[in-house]
């Protein structure tokens, strides 16, 4: 890392957390429409359907619950490189299902892992980068999730063509390959300074501040009083004991917990991931037949989520965070209204008799591309913000 921009090649491999992240993520959306898939597990009905996706959920409620006791013990570095083993075992699980049971499980291993690695990925960045471009090296995380969703619509577009079991294995398969990657480069990554200094090996934090802030010179000025700030901040944390779980919930602690917890909340409660996930199902809705028109729809949409990621990356430490987020909020209430109503006039339009009756100056055709585009729409607003 001595000549090439250290912060940006530890951002670059841990961003590949998020990555897969979003395969994961993606991955199912399509599967989910594929002959060969239905063929396979027998056409699962709704409530089937519902325990195959929210199985990758459960998975990550309780790794996230795990991901942060990992951490602080076992450091930042050890846990991504556990979160990737782990899903190389769930993504194995799921390449090799020979019924709904075992792919829940597949899933559910997979979601573990995206548990520790989407909780703990941002926080490993976030230490290693410097202070003052810490917003555009966390923004990289998000994209790198877009870039994962875009891949599995891609693949899932590829594999449609092909038939019988292969279709649906090849794209459950292929998620082994960026985490046995990201596997194998972590063991090159530096631990995070922050741990160092909180497991006193403050010798080794000033070494791995050298080679990320000034290309290996650790008497450098900047290191010095990173450094500096660092111990500060935890040797005030084991006087106040301000590390315990506990004192999230108590004084000014509280509003802070509440805030950063309600704001995560929030943002999965705009239901992008379940959008994102059955857009399909809006595509199939709206007239569109055969799996490989909606396949290449969603790949689309993916393409939407990558690019539309792209201003928050260069322009976020300028914009401010706050900003962002209200005006991508606002704009993504706007467009989910315009989609309701364009879904419900297609809906009242085609069920009439005759189509001589024009909804929003718009027949069948044209309500069902204005709905694909209020669906990109939605995807950018939240994907910029």
């Known amino acids: 890392?001595?000549?090439?921009?250290?912060?940006?090649?530890?951002?670059?491999?841990?961003?590949?957390?998020?990555?897969?992240?979003?395969?994961?993520?993606?991955i199912m959306s399509s599967i989910l429409q594929m002959e060969g898939f239905n063929e396979y597990f027998d056409s699962p009905d709704a409530l089937a359907t519902g325990v195959i996706v929210s199985s990758l959920t459960i998975g990550c409620f309780l790794g996230s619950l795990l991901s942060g006791p990992l951490a602080d013990r076992f450091s930042r570095k050890i846990t991504i490189m556990l979160?990737?083993?782990?899903?190389?075992?769930?993504?194995?699980?799921?390449?090799?299902?020979?019924?709904?049971?075992?792919?829940?499980?597949?899933?559910?291993?997979?979601?573990?892992?995206?548990g520790f690695l989407s909780s703990v990925v941002p926080m490993y960045q976030s230490e290693t980068a410097p202070p003052g471009s810490r917003g555009r090296m966390v923004s990289l995380q998000q994209w790198a999730i877009t870039w994962g969703i875009f891949l599995a619509f891609g693949i899932d577009y590829g594999c449609s063509y092909i038939e019988g079991a292969r279709q649906f294995r090849l794209p459950?398969?292929?998620?082994?390959?960026?985490?046995?990657?990201?596997?194998?480069?972590?063991?090159?990554?530096?631990?995070?300074?922050?741990?160092?200094?909180?497991?006193d090996h403050v010798g080794d934090a000033r070494q791995v501040l050298g080679r990320l802030r000034a290309y290996g010179h650790t008497s450098a000025p900047e290191v010095t009083?990173?450094?500096?700030?660092?111990?500060?901040t935890i040797a005030f944390e084991r006087a106040t004991k301000a590390s315990s779980?506990?004192?999230?919930?108590?004084?000014?602690?509280?509003?802070?917990?509440?805030?950063?917890?309600?704001?995560?909340?929030?943002?999965?409660?705009?239901?992008?991931?379940?959008?994102?996930?059955?857009?399909?199902?809006?595509?199939?809705?709206?007239?569109?037949?055969?799996?490989?028109?909606?396949?290449?729809f969603q790949a689309i949409n993916g393409l939407v989520?990558?690019?539309?990621?792209?201003?928050a990356i260069l322009w976020i430490d300028r914009w401010g965070r706050r900003a962002t987020l209200l005006l991508g909020t606002l704009l993504i209430i706007v467009f989910y209204?315009?989609?309701?109503?364009?879904?419900?006039s297609y809906d009242a339009l085609t069920d009439l008799t005759s189509h001589d009756s024009v909804i929003f100056n718009l027949g069948p055709r044209g309500l069902g591309i204005a709905s694909i585009c209020m669906v990109y729409l939605v995807v950018a607003s939240f994907a910029f913000s």
Request: aromatic residues 10%; proline residues 4%.
């Open 305 to 311: 989520n990558v690019t539309s990621t792209v201003p």
């Open 83 to 114: 979160g990737a083993l782990v899903c190389t075992l769930g993504s194995a699980i799921q390449f090799a299902s020979i019924s709904r049971a075992m792919l829940i499980v597949g899933r559910f291993v997979n979601g573990l892992a995206i």
């Open 337 to 344: 209204l315009v989609l309701s109503l364009l879904l419900r």
């Open 245 to 296: 779980y506990w004192e999230l919930l108590k004084g000014p602690n509280r509003r802070r917990t509440l805030l950063g917890c309600g704001i995560q909340f929030m943002q999965q409660f705009t239901g992008i991931n379940t959008l994102m996930l059955y857009s399909p199902t809006i595509f199939r809705s709206i007239g569109m037949g055969s799996v490989q028109s909606i396949a290449m």
């Open 1 to 26: 890392m001595r000549y090439a921009r250290p912060k940006y090649v530890v951002t670059g491999v841990t961003a590949l957390g998020g990555l897969l992240f979003g395969y994961d993520i993606g």
């Open 172 to 199: 459950l398969g292929l998620q082994i390959v960026p985490s046995v990657i990201l596997l194998f480069t972590m063991a090159f990554m530096p631990f995070s300074p922050r741990w160092l200094v909180a497991h």
């Open 225 to 232: 009083e990173e450094l500096r700030l660092i111990h500060q």
